[in-house]
């Protein structure tokens, strides 16, 4: 699913993030604001406003999507 990136994944590195164990979602592709689609790795930073591509369950993606 493609999503704005919610509170819970901003400002800190996706591999501290901890996405997996809390929501059961894994990102796998991150849009910065002024930027193109790219891979996200464990560094990778997410941001406010940033575009995210989210994988897993569908009701953990939706549930996830949800947050704000």
């Known amino acids: ?6 509170s819970a994944v901003r400002g800190i590195p996706l591999g501290e993030s901890r996405l997996r164990s809390r929501y059961g979602v894994t ?15 464990a ?3 997410v941001e406010k406003g940033d575009v995210i591509i989210v ?7 939706e549930a996830f999507a949800e947050l704000s």
């Open 27 to 41: 990102v796998v592709g991150i849009k910065p604001m002024d930027n193109d689609f790219t891979h996200a790795t």
């Open 55 to 61: 994988t897993g369950k569908t009701a953990a993606v």
């Open 1 to 6: 699913m493609k999503t704005i990136a919610p």
């Open 43 to 45: 560094d990778t930073v």
